[in-house]
């Protein structure tokens, strides 16, 4: 391909691919870059499971820690490293650290000079220790309450031996006092409900769909057992954790104000978004569109702008 359509840049890269000390740097950040590109995939859904999530961050997080910071230091825990991931006395010297079976069958086969093999070794440390500072940012400094998240899940929600009440998160922050002794009630009688005859698996499974379902469920007499558990829980589930949808909107918006139709108002642009957003999240196409009535008693004169 190279020869034949004489591509500057096809040829620089076949160039680069073709350096030892290249190739060994990408064995080297292969594995990494897949574990981004799944925690990155994950955020990008609308529905995200926050503890879950966060427990993948940890897990990253750790996953990184060990390839370049000392085993003692690792031992301490999550929270630790996290403590002292500006302290460089934790790391490890470039040459000692961890870089992957890849690498290291590599470099025997691979015939390289010191330096350059240095080199290589001292670029993907920098990398690796930028890139915890990176997720470090990318944390909340309420982590904990994030991590917590989980506990909404059906699986451990559900579990006879769940969890106390108390411990659960944003309990002090969401509830007054006299709510507490209420939601606690409801908490403790949750795992009576054999809610196998309600719900099916996916949503026993998925919290974003079995708590507006336990939101409306009724007991014999006809009353909302869980309506005030249900609405606590959801407030927290309804935190921000992902922009995927923002993203997606700005996506849309470029499609629909381009070059040709800059001339679009705020207003019109607003009413499109609205409209195609809508199509998106109920999953429906503008062909299976029915317009009611109302809404061709509109379509008059009125909704023209009149120059005064």
Same mark, same amino acid.
């Given at each position: 391909?190279?020869?034949?359509?004489?591509?500057?840049?096809?040829?620089?890269?076949?160039?680069?691919?073709?350096?030892?000390?290249? +190739?060994?740097?990408?064995?080297?950040?292969?594995?990494?870059?897949?574990?981004?590109?799944? /925690?990155?995939?994950?955020?990008?859904?609308?529905?995200?499971?926050?503890?879950?999530?966060?427990?993948?961050?940890?897990?990253?997080?750790?996953?990184?820690?060990?390839?370049?910071?000392?085993?003692?230091?690792?031992?301490?825990?999550?929270?630790?490293? +996290?403590?002292?991931?500006?302290?460089?006395?934790?790391?490890?010297?470039?040459?000692?650290?961890?870089?992957?079976?890849?690498?290291?069958?590599?470099? $025997?086969?691979?015939?390289?000079?010191?330096?350059?093999?240095?080199?290589?070794?001292?670029?993907?440390?920098?990398? $690796?220790?930028?890139?915890?500072?990176?997720?470090?940012?990318?944390?909340?400094?309420?982590?904990?309450?994030?991590?917590?998240?989980?506990?909404?899940?059906?699986?451990?929600?559900?579990?006879?031996?769940?969890?106390?009440? $108390?411990?659960?998160?944003?309990?002090?922050?969401?509830?007054?006092?006299?709510?507490?002794?209420?939601?606690?009630?409801?908490?403790?009688? /949750?795992?009576?409900?054999?809610?196998?005859?309600? /719900?099916?698996?996916?949503?026993?499974?998925?919290?974003?769909?079995?708590?507006?379902?336990? +939101?409306?469920?009724?007991?014999?007499?006809?009353?909302?057992?869980?309506?005030?558990?249900?609405?606590?829980?959801?407030?927290?589930?309804?935190?921000?954790?992902?922009?995927?949808?923002?993203?997606?909107?700005?996506?849309?918006?470029?499609?629909?104000?381009?070059?040709?139709?800059?001339?679009?108002?705020?207003?019109?642009?607003?009413?499109? /978004?609205?409209?195609?957003?809508?199509?998106?999240?109920?999953?429906?196409?503008?062909?299976?569109?029915?317009?009611?009535?109302?809404?061709?008693?509109?379509?008059?004169?009125?909704?023209?702008?009149?120059?005064?």
């Amino acid at each position: 391909m190279v020869k034949k359509e004489k591509c500057y840049a096809s040829r620089i890269i076949h160039e680069m691919l073709h350096d030892d000390t290249n +190739y060994l740097y990408l064995i080297i950040i292969k594995p990494i870059l897949q574990e981004l590109n799944s /925690l990155n995939l994950t955020f990008q859904k609308n529905f995200v499971d926050l503890g879950r999530s966060y427990d993948d961050i940890c897990c990253l997080f750790i996953f990184l820690a060990k390839k370049i910071i000392k085993e003692s230091v690792v031992s301490k825990g999550f929270e630790y490293i +996290y403590n002292n991931i500006n302290n460089d006395s934790v790391y490890r010297h470039s040459s000692n650290c961890d870089y992957g079976v890849g690498y290291n069958q590599s470099i $025997i086969n691979i015939n390289l000079s010191q330096e350059k093999k240095s080199n290589v070794q001292t670029q993907a440390f920098n990398f $690796i220790k930028q890139l915890l500072y990176e997720i470090k940012k990318r944390l909340p400094d309420n982590i904990e309450f994030f991590k917590k998240m989980k506990l909404f899940s059906p699986t451990l929600c559900l579990c006879q031996l769940h969890v106390n009440f $108390i411990d659960l998160p944003f309990v002090n922050l969401f509830l007054k006092p006299s709510e507490i002794v209420l939601i606690e009630t409801q908490w403790e009688k /949750l795992t009576t409900v054999t809610w196998k005859m309600y /719900l099916n698996e996916k949503q026993l499974n998925d919290a974003n769909l079995f708590w507006p379902k336990v +939101y409306n469920y009724k007991d014999a007499g006809g009353n909302f057992a869980f309506r005030e558990l249900s609405e606590f829980v959801l407030k927290g589930l309804s935190l921000p954790s992902s922009n995927a949808v923002v993203e997606r909107v700005f996506s849309i918006m470029n499609t629909v104000k381009t070059k040709s139709r800059n001339r679009i108002n705020a207003n019109m642009l607003d009413a499109l /978004l609205r409209i195609k957003t809508t199509f998106i999240s109920t999953k429906t196409c503008c062909t299976e569109f029915v317009p009611p009535k109302s809404m061709y008693d509109k379509f008059n004169s009125e909704m023209y702008n009149k120059k005064k």
